[in-house]
């Protein structure tokens, strides 16, 4: 059994920050892709930010400049920085995974419950 589990979200002003988590845990051999995406009321799930097991990283153009995507694959954990945060970055925001659970076998995606992140003009 594989979970994925977000925390770190919150209230904050505007122009605040914010550091998102999301730990894997369970019988996982290695994670390929890790992403973060969010979902606003009444909008689709979009992707904000992405990163290979690598650390090759992409980011949405709305959140360029001002978040920073990282991971830790000894912890199987990835990380969101977010800095200058705006009232549109309001969401909800969930971690995916791209995850092997044995050598050589497939990958699977998993995704977490989803943390609230509210920024406040």
């Known amino acids: 059994q594989v979970q994925l589990v977000e925390s770190g979200g919150g209230l904050v002003q505007a122009g605040g920050s914010l550091r998102l988590s999301c730990a894997a845990s369970?019988?996982?051999?290695?994670?390929?892709?890790m992403n973060w995406y969010r979902q606003a009321p009444g909008k689709q799930r979009e992707l904000v930010a992405a990163i290979t097991s690598g650390g090759s990283t992409n980011y949405a153009d709305s959140v360029k400049g001002r978040f920073t995507i990282s991971r830790d694959n000894a912890k199987n954990t990835m990380y969101l920085q977010m800095n200058s945060l705006k009232p549109e970055d309001t969401a909800v925001y969930y971690c995916?995974?791209?995850?092997?659970?044995?050598?050589?076998?497939?990958?699977?995606?998993?995704w977490g419950q989803g943390t609230q992140v509210t920024v406040s003009s």
């Open positions: 995916n995974g791209d995850v092997i659970l044995y050598k050589l076998g497939p990958s699977f995606g998993y």
């Open positions: 369970g019988s996982i051999f290695s994670i390929n892709a």
